[in-house]
């Protein structure tokens, strides 16, 4: 008896042993992912760290924040803003000064047009005038024998209508004149020209030049495009989602691709009604102040302002961004990071917890954010500043310890 005893304990030994073994490597296991959690999102600091971090507590806050809708475009111009130029007759460029950039005067001249073809108008035009007069002669002769019923009424009716003919010819000839840019006082004098000025319609910056001294031009090549920068715009592209929040009248900041640094405003002027194929918009806002440093086809990145609401909202520095995320931190209660294995501090020291939310809106240095839903938000404490301090001193705690 004593025997089977005696071989029991040594069976029951190490079947003991190697239980307590297993419950010891179970439990800290178990321990180490519960103090990783804590240690992805807590950073205690010391009174000195926290002196030093600059940091400011605060609470949440209730502002009137403007929702607003993101869009792209660029600075266009009217289409009355932007000429092209070209000569109606065609013909030999013989003289030019313009070069691109240059700044031009309504009526200034642009080019000189030699073209031979002119000269046959001009001939014709006066030709025909003769021709009119002498018509007009013979008509008053034939109204007259008619009246005496000397004359037939055929006769007279040739007449009336040699009048009418040569009429409609002159006047024909005097638009490709006018079309043509020949001076009509300086042709019924008498005189005769081989060539025309073709001036500027309109004041502006010269954009375009496409010709040179010699070459000839078609009356469909345009030689010139000249552009008034005095009445830009901006054409945005809305998607359609989001175009019946859209409204006339909206206040739209945008900045430009050359100046990024620069904010600048103008208000919804159009809103188009056609979806085009990408699935968006236009809308065409008008400036509120022309300025000098924009140029067209600028890219423009615009917010419009779609209206005011009272939104839960922080200051711009409380909110830090991490791997695509927005957090915030708050300060831990007293006690609450006892036994934690988060980065350790001095017994005088406070503990922050990073906490996720959702940016929205943001106006005049304020941004709206959004909580998760046990977040105890009239109760707490936030940094307002130092949020990033502590953030750089989180992850480096988390690669020491990953180390």
């Known amino acids: ?16 042993c190697g239980k307590k073994q297993e419950e010891k490597q179970q439990e800290p296991a178990h321990l180490e992912g519960v103090h990783h959690e804590e240690e992805g999102n807590v950073v205690e600091l010391t009174k000195t760290q926290y002196e030093t971090a600059a940091v400011e507590l605060g ?9 607003v809708v993101t869009a792209n475009g660029v600075i266009d111009i009217p289409p009355q803003n932007l000429v092209s130029i070209s000569a109606p007759l065609g013909g030999f460029v013989r ?15 642009l080019a000189t047009i030699e073209n031979p073809d002119f000269i046959q108008i001009q001939q014709d035009f006066l030709e025909t005038e003769i021709k009119l007069e002498y018509a007009q002669q013979e008509y008053s002769r ?65 954009t375009t030049v496409n010709v040179n001294i010699g070459k000839y ?12 920068t005095d009445h830009l715009h901006v054409e945005l592209s809305i998607f359609e989602q989001d175009i019946r929040k859209i409204k006339l009248g909206q206040l739209v900041r945008f900045t ?15 809103i188009n009604q056609k979806i085009n194929e990408d699935r968006t918009v236009r ?36 909110i830090v961004d991490f791997d695509g995320a927005s957090y915030i931190f708050i300060q831990r209660p007293e006690g609450a990071h006892a036994g934690s294995t988060s980065v350790r501090a001095e017994s005088e020291g406070m503990a922050f917890e990073m906490i996720p939310v959702i940016r929205g809106a943001s106006e005049n240095g304020y941004t709206q954010v959004k909580f998760p839903q046990e977040f105890d938000g009239p109760n707490a404490k936030i940094v307002l500043k130092g949020a990033y301090a502590m953030l750089s001193k989180l992850k480096n705690s988390e690669e020491k310890a990953g180390h």
Not at 59 to 67: C, E, V, W
Not at 95 to 106: A, D, P, R, S, Y
Not at 283 to 312: M, S, Y
């Open 1 to 16: 008896m004593r025997n089977i005893i005696v071989v029991l304990f040594f069976l029951a030994g190490p079947w003991a």
């Open 59 to 67: 609470q949440i806050s209730t502002r009137n924040l403007s929702d």
């Open 95 to 109: 003289k030019t000064e313009l070069l691109q950039g240059m700044q031009v005067k309504k009526g200034q001249v």
């Open 142 to 206: 034939q109204l007259e024998l008619s009246r005496e019923n000397i004359s037939a009424q055929k006769v007279l009716q040739l007449a009336t209508s040699e009048v009418k003919t040569q009429k409609a010819r002159l006047a024909g000839l005097r638009e490709r004149l006018i079309t043509a840019g020949i001076n009509l006082n300086t042709l019924e004098k008498g005189t005769i020209v081989n060539n025309v000025v073709i001036r500027s319609p309109i004041s502006g910056s010269v």
């Open 217 to 228: 031009v078609n009356p469909t090549d345009v030689m010139f495009e000249i552009v008034d």
């Open 256 to 270: 430009v691709s050359n100046n990024p640094g620069k904010e600048f405003l103008a208000k919804v002027y159009l």
């Open 283 to 318: 809308v065409h806002c008008h400036l509120e102040k022309d300025d000098r440093g924009l140029l067209p086809q600028n890219f423009v990145k615009a917010v419009i302002e779609i209206g005011a609401n009272p939104v839960t909202a922080l200051p711009g520095p409380a």
